[in-house]
């Protein structure tokens, strides 16, 4: 069971802004190089997304709209139902960061990783992390003005500019690049990886540094987290059986529902932490500790689920039978470590 570097640099520069946090000048520029990485990063990722993956895999669309409908229907659904362990078990701001984790897009690069592994359908993993990442920029923010209103952290008529300027605008400007930047990015792939952890490490020291000179970490006890932890194990429990038996009843085969079970019952940190610092403000910092939890216990757990999938005798089974259009088995060398997406 995988403990995640990445994870444990995210705790470290936590860590440090609890010592060292930004303050007034310091907390200022913080922001705003905060603002910038925010726009680079889904530049970035407008620069990846191949049009033409994203255009065959709708070949696929029965799938796509299950994981698209685990994402942002179910895992919603499951979120208000935790409204009911407040306060019993959960704090209001952490009950709040539970929610948006739960409005967050699913995952590209571990989806793909934990489907080769598990011998599924990895250009379904593919195009339904694209397609959860792409729809998420707008569907994201329009689920948590619904769902957590002002009482949510401050999301109103401003943030909802600052989502298209920072995170929409960037994105289709890599978009519309991509013709002339794809290979530039294709060559460099390592070293802007680097960047993207880079901006979301700068993005999470200013969220927790504003959070510590507000002293809203008072309001975290460790009874509280445990009792976080607990509500989302048996959220990321539900989600895996669901996401693994409903594909099973609507007719799925054994790739495609690997594919499903990955891509339909994770949540992105690389999109969530970004979103959450304009959502948020000085809030953001509890907004995220859920996501931060969920991201490291889904990659433990779906690490063992794959190595046990790659072993079930149907995997030899369905490697002899030749996939139907739009779903043809592909696997790309991955890594299932360092991974924020």
Not at 279 to 302: E, I, N, R, T
């Amino acid at each position: 069971m995988p403990i995640d570097p990445y994870v444990l640099l995210l705790l470290g520069t936590v860590g440090l802004a609890a010592l060292l946090p930004a303050r007034d000048t310091a907390a200022d520029v913080a922001s705003g190089a905060s603002t910038a990485a925010i726009a680079f990063l889904f530049f970035l990722y407008g620069a990846r997304l191949s049009t033409r993956e994203a255009v065959d895999g709708l070949r696929h669309w029965r799938l796509h709209v299950t994981v698209l409908a685990c994402t942002f229907l179910i895992f919603p659904v499951l979120g208000l139902a935790a409204r009911g362990l407040v306060p019993v078990l959960l704090s209001h701001p952490l009950y709040q960061g539970l929610l948006f984790l739960t409005l967050v897009p699913s995952t590209i690069q571990s989806s793909i990783a934990f489907t080769s592994i598990a011998r599924g359908n990895v250009p379904a993993a593919i195009c339904a992390g694209s397609f959860s990442s792409l729809i998420g920029i707008v569907l994201t923010p329009l689920l948590a003005a619904a769902l957590l209103g002002g009482d949510g952290g401050g999301f109103s008529a401003d943030s909802a500019v600052k989502i298209v300027l920072q995170l929409l605008v960037p994105f289709l400007a890599g978009q519309l690049l991509r013709r002339w930047i794809g290979s530039f990015i294709t060559r460099h792939k390592k070293i802007l990886g680097l960047v993207d952890r880079g901006s979301i490490l700068l993005v999470v020291y200013t969220a927790f540094s504003e959070g510590m000179v507000r002293g809203i970490w008072h309001q975290v006890s460790a009874a509280r987290l445990a009792g976080l932890l607990a509500v989302e194990a048996v959220l990321l429990a539900v989600m895996l059986l669901l996401t693994w038996y409903g594909a099973k009843a609507l007719g799925f085969g054994r790739g495609d529902r690997i594919a499903i079970q990955f891509a339909g019952s994770k949540k992105s940190l690389a999109s969530g932490l970004p979103m959450a610092s304009v959502l948020f403000g000085a809030h953001a910092s509890l907004a995220v500790l859920p996501l931060m939890l969920f991201h490291q216990m889904q990659l433990m757990v779906c690490a063992v689920i794959a190595k046990r999938r790659a072993h079930d005798p149907q995997a030899q089974e369905a490697d002899a039978v030749p996939p139907t259009a739009g779903t043809a088995r592909a696997r790309p060398a991955v890594r299932t470590g360092n991974s924020a997406g």
